[in-house]
């Protein structure tokens, strides 16, 4: 099996982190412990259960942590909806954001499918 660093949806999903990383420096102070943290956090956990269940080495594992990578997903996509109603992100961030966001979550449908089917 592959490493995790070589999975396209791991690389997707760093990117975004990335991506976070540096728009949320430009939200408000004082959601430095609020919004931008769980924006953060929410981030972070999506390539974070992708490396980890694809570390498992056994297939439910791996399937139970795409999920886990997919209820991150949801969750940050619901957080940077609150940011750009708050006029903390500008639209062409949060567009990148979010286009970046979607493709991950197709592909981790996809793996999550892929990976069912040989279960």
Do not use: C
Not at 51 to 65: D, K, M, V
Not at 67 to 87: P, R, V, W
Request: no cysteine.
């Amino acid at each position: 099996m592959k490493s995790f660093r070589e999975l396209t949806v791991w690389q997707k999903s760093f990117q975004l982190v990335v991506l976070i990383y540096k728009t949320t420096n430009n939200f408000p102070s004082s959601e430095l412990y609020g919004l931008t943290s769980q924006i953060r956090r929410a981030a972070v956990s999506i390539p974070s259960n992708i490396a980890e269940g694809q570390s498992r080495g056994h297939i439910l594992e791996y399937i139970q942590f795409l999920m886990i990578a997919k209820g991150s997903a949801a969750e940050l996509e619901t957080q940077l909806l609150l940011a750009k109603e708050l006029n903390y992100i500008k639209e062409i961030d949060f567009k990148q954001a979010l286009d970046i966001l979607v493709e991950v979550e197709k592909m981790l449908e996809r793996l999550i499918y892929v990976l069912k089917t040989k279960t």
